[in-house]
Every structure is written in C-alpha cells, then in structure tokens.
C-alpha cells in the first residue's frame, strides 16, 4: 500500500495469494496435460505393442507341442499377432515383426517363464490382463481430448496472470480506479454493493457513464488482501472509496437482527 501527500491515495497490487494460486493451477493443469498428451501420444500405444507381443508368447505355448520338431524353423516364419488398427500402436511400429527370438529356445511351452525372462530385459509389466491392458482408439483418443483441455486451461489461467499481474486497484481524490479501467469519479457513483465484502473481500460499484448504467468490481482478495500486518491495503481502499460515496449503498442484512426484531414483535403481541 502506497499514500499521497494528502494520505488519500490507496494503491493495491496483485496479492501473493492470487499469484500462487495461479501458479499452482498452471503447474496442476500443465502437469495433468502433459501426462494425458504422453499416454495418448507414447503410453497406451506402447501397452498395446506390449500386449502384441505377449500375445505372441501365448500363441507359441499353444503351438509348441504340434511344431516341436521344427521348433525353430517355425518360430522364424511367425509375427507377432498386430490388430489391424494401425493407431493404437507406436508409430515406427513394423507390423511385419518376427516372434522374439527368445521363443525359439522354448521347451515343453514353458512360454510363460521366457515371458517373464524377455519383459525384464525390456522393462516391461510382467503381469498382463489381455481383455483390461489393451487400450482400444477411442480411449487413446480420449487422452488426447483431456490433454487438450488441460493445455487449454493452462493457456486461460497463464493469461490472466500476466494479466492480473500487470494491474493494480486504485483509489485518490479523484475517484476509483478499478484494475484495468479508467477513474470512476465519485459523483458518478450512484449504488455500492457490499453484501460480500465482509465474506469475500468483493463489492460491486455501479456508476454512470453518460446516461448509461455500468459496474466495477472492487475485489480485495485479488488485489491488496486484509493482512493487518500489511496495513490492510484492501479495507483501507474501501473506506477511502466509502468515505467518499454519497449513493446508494446495499448492506447484508444480518438474520440476528430479523429473529431479534420478530421476537420482539411476538412478545409485545397480545395474549
């Protein structure tokens, strides 16, 4: 908070409150978009390659016992079992992949020991579920719709912080001056809304423009904040702007006041 000479300046800047809400929302929804834009782009293609390739170990335990003479010159000749969907794979995919050569050393179909044995190699999932793991195109598709949302909203709230930043809420002789806007001189306030300044810091002014009827807001949260270690810069621009306003002014109605009045009515009324 900054005062004039005449003590009636009030200037309230963009409070730490705001501007670290806003970064944790940009880190939140950037966060979520990029982990949304890697499962659709690198995550869920890759589970399905995963899973292609678990197929193959399957399809090997289940034809070793009828090829077992020829072992190896079948597992040469075998590729791993694609979808025809080309999508929901990697994009350097070879679609035309021979079986891993691992399965040639297979005996007795013991495909699922050289499956643990070629997944940790690779660093892939162990375990697999084929009917849960695989991922079908509308659900890689999704990951792209949220990934875009999110970026859309990092975009949003990244804008209004520069915005925001760049603003300040002010108040001297000569009126008020919301973030953004002209002065508001005095005489052309006409009403004060200041219903949910005591729960929320906020107030609306209605003022005249001509003949035309237009609002300002007067947001203490965003702007200056109720700190009394900092003087209060938010309170203390709303009484300099109250001290000043000669129109209409609306006040919460307190509910206290409304049961103590109708008690009182009760009680004077006649047995």
Known sequence: MSQSSDDFEVICRPTKWFLWRALLMIVMFGGFGCYFLYDWKVGYPKKNYVIANYQAFNNAGSAWAN???NWAEFVSKQTIPFEDDPAI???DTDFKEKWPLILAT????????LWKQYSAEKG????INLDEDRMPI???????IAASVCLLLTTMTLFFLLRTKGRVMK?????YYPPGGDVIPFEKMIRLDKRKWETKGLATLTYLEGEEEKKAKIDGMVYGQFKEEDGAPAEALFQKVLSKFQGELIELVEEEDDEEEQETKEEGDPP
């Open 138 to 144: 509308y659900k890689i598709r999704e990951q792209l």
């Open 67 to 69: 090829n077992r003479g």
């Open 89 to 91: 794979y990697p994009a």
């Open 124 to 127: 892939w999932d162990q375990q």
């Open 106 to 113: 297979m005996e007795r179909g013991n495909d699922e020991e």
């Open 171 to 175: 108040v001297n002789a000569s009126g």
